[in-house]
């Protein structure tokens, strides 16, 4: 059993164990996020941090977040959990009136599968942000 909490990043154990949690499952692939920009997630079993989420206001499209991170633990994986993060996400979205949440995912395809089952479509954005193999993911919300 999991439970999915937004948690106060001006608290600093909540920022180490977000940066914990990022070096954990993203190694050196990706730049640690500025925890204090946002709303981010932590997933509990029990009393221990699985997994992290995060969303911005985006800067890529009009009135909607961009869902920087999201990070399960290896041992987790398989258990929906990256779905669950991207409900709670998109929930927030929904509630502060966003039209819609975009991302991208690079060489990653279990992230593009669980993209695609949450809904999601590719697109192509006007000025890509990632790599030049990257790909751009939205999901309208209205």
Excluded: C
């Amino acid at each position: 059993m999991y439970r999915i909490r937004i948690v106060d990043t001006s608290d600093d154990d909540i920022v180490d164990t977000l940066s914990d949690l990022h070096r954990l499952t993203f190694f050196d692939a990706a730049v640690m996020p500025q925890f204090e920009l946002g709303a981010w997630w932590l997933a509990y079993q029990g009393d221990d941090a699985v997994a992290f989420a995060g969303v911005l206001p985006s800067t890529h499209v009009r009135n909607g977040g961009y869902f920087s991170r999201v990070g399960v633990l290896q041992r987790h994986w398989g258990r929906g959990l990256q779905r669950r993060m991207m409900r709670v996400v998109e929930a927030r979205g929904r509630r502060i009136g966003w039209g819609s949440i975009v991302s991208d995912t690079t060489d990653n395809p279990v992230s593009a599968n669980n993209f695609i089952q949450a809904g999601y479509r590719l697109f192509e954005p006007e000025a890509p942000w990632a790599w030049s193999h990257s790909l751009y993911w939205r999901k309208l919300l209205r």
